[in-house]
Nanobody
Framework: QVQLVESGGGLVQAGGSLRLSCAAS????????MGWFRQAPGKEREFVAG????????DYTDSVKGRFTISRDNAKNTVYLQMNSLKPDDTAVYFC??????????????WGQGTQVTVSS
């Protein structure tokens, strides 16, 4: 079992930046591949970014490439999502997820509760 707690969401103007954090507790963090997902009102949850156990491989959905960066600090049991050049379309609840298989796109076994990101135009 692993518990995931996201933080860092908020309200930002278009073009601004936010950094989301996801702190993990429970089982050994470095055993998990980690991912960030988001869900906008009326839409399905979508994959945003993923990172393997070592941090040596990452992947992103096309709409955030060049703007978002996923990273992890295994010593701090934390995964981050740096979001730059934010757009109103990035408005969503952002979730982090942990997967025992360790893949860059999951599958994922554990989920956090989410943090709201709102980008105003």
């Amino acid at each position: 079992q692993v518990q995931l707690v996201e933080s860092g969401g908020g309200l930002v103007q278009a073009g601004g930046s936010l950094r989301l954090s996801c702190a993990a507790s429970g089982r050994t963090f470095s055993r998990f591949g980690m991912g960030w997902f988001r869900q906008a009102p009326g839409k399905e949850r979508e994959f945003v970014a993923g990172i393997v156990r070592s941090g040596g491989l990452t992947d992103y959905t096309d709409s955030v490439k060049g703007r978002f960066t996923i990273s992890r600090d295994n010593a701090k049991n934390t995964v981050y999502l740096q979001m730059n050049s934010l757009k109103p379309d990035d408005t969503a609840v952002y979730f982090c997820a942990a997967g025992l298989m360790g893949g860059v796109q999951g599958p994922y076994d554990y989920w956090g509760q989410g943090t709201q990101v709102t980008v105003s135009s």
